[in-house]
């Protein structure tokens, strides 16, 4: 069966009784690890335990199929369920996954890790069947909602808070992989220490010279007209690990809000004002420039800018295709809309 959306959580917590295993997929390897050891500690405490725990790797299935099928059917030594970890796993592992789940594997729960595999690769195909007594869970990038939920859990297992404004600015500036953003979170939580409230000045400090900043100014060149500043922003993002498609979705959401904020002005609002209408807020310290940028870009425009982002965002995910390439010619293309639509509204640049 496969775990919907709204039962993720549910479904950590708790997995239903009759569940013998479950694979844990998606492109945010992060999420995948953090949720498979969830999982994982439903069956058991110490995930080190080395009498009912074990750990495989795809390659060992593939290469042993008899492997997986002797663990899961194994008994444990010393009371309580026992746990196979199978990491690494692709498409090749399904014959030995339908041969290890073949009898009675009595209370031994089988957790499976996958990458970001294919909707009609066998994986996918076995563990979203309907079934009850298998499942699939599936990763993705984490939405606001998401980050906003981890960043109160994380600090609240440190005793430590967090001012609202500070909030805003992390989760807006956390990146796309899970295991990463958790990261800077303890890490902020280590830096205040216990009892204590993180404001702004810390986490802008703290996260002051990551990729996610240079995603922020990359994005403000384009929208204030500067396409010379686009190669060099975009060569510090790849540096520090960034993906193309990744900026281009941040630089969608972006002209998104923008749009919006444009289409506010229609009814009457200045350009500041229809900013601070903006839901989630936007930080204080990047208003006044996308307030100055409304006063460049009309809605035609911002709708042909968002065309152009939606086109790169198909062509980065292509197999095959120069992504890094495509990602800097739509972000230089759509700076060149701004310094077009500039220029019609009468600005210098």
């Known amino acids: 069966m496969k775990v919907a959306a709204n039962g993720v959580e549910r479904f950590l917590k708790d997995p239903p009784p009759g569940v013998r ?61 026992r746990l196979v970890r199978l990491r690494n796993a692709g498409d090749k592992t ?8 073949d009898g009675d594997t009595g209370d031994t729960l089988l957790v499976v890790e996958g990458g970001d595999l294919k909707p009609s690769g066998g994986l996918r ?50 990146g796309g992989d899970r295991m990463a953003s958790r990261m800077e979170v303890e890490k902020l939580t280590l830096l205040a220490g216990q009892g204590q409230t993180i404001d702004l000045d810390l986490v802008v400090s703290a996260i ?15 929208a204030e007209g500067r396409p010379d500043a686009i190669m060099s922003g975009l060569d510090r993002a790849f540096r520090q690990g960034e993906a193309s498609v990744r900026i281009i979705r941040v630089a969608i959401t972006y002209f998104q809000r923008l749009h919006l904020a444009r289409a506010r002005m229609a009814d009457g609002r200045n350009p500041a004002d229809a900013v601070k209408s903006l839901r989630p807020p936007v930080f204080f310290r990047t208003a006044d420039g996308m307030a100055r940028q409304l006063q460049r870009w009309d809605l035609r425009s911002l709708a042909s800018a968002l065309a152009r982002l939606g086109e790169a965002e198909i062509r980065c995910k292509t197999t095959g295709y120069p992504d890094e390439a495509e990602c800097g010619q739509a972000m230089i293309d759509v700076a060149r809309m701004a310094v077009m639509a500039g220029r019609r509204a009468g600005l210098r640049r």
């Open 21 to 81: 295993a479950v694979l844990v997929y998606g492109p945010d390897t992060g999420k995948v690890l953090e949720f498979a050891k969830r999982i994982a500690r439903t069956a058991v405490d110490n995930l080190d335990d080395p009498f009912n725990v074990c750990e495989l790797d795809g390659d060992d299935a593939t290469g042993d199929p008899a492997r997986l099928s002797d663990e899961m059917h194994a008994r444990s030594l010393m009371g309580g369920r």
């Open 94 to 101: 399904s014959d030995a996954i339908v041969n290890a789940l």
């Open 125 to 174: 195909k076995l563990f979203e069947a309907k079934r009850e007594d298998i499942a699939a869970l599936a990763c993705y990038a984490d939405t606001g909602r998401d980050l906003a939920t981890m960043v109160r859990e994380t600090l609240a297992a440190g005793a430590v808070k967090i001012e609202p404004e500070a909030e805003r600015f992390l989760v807006e500036h956390l």
């Open 208 to 222: 002051g010279d990551s990729a996610a900043l240079d995603i922020d100014a990359l994005i403000s060149a384009a």
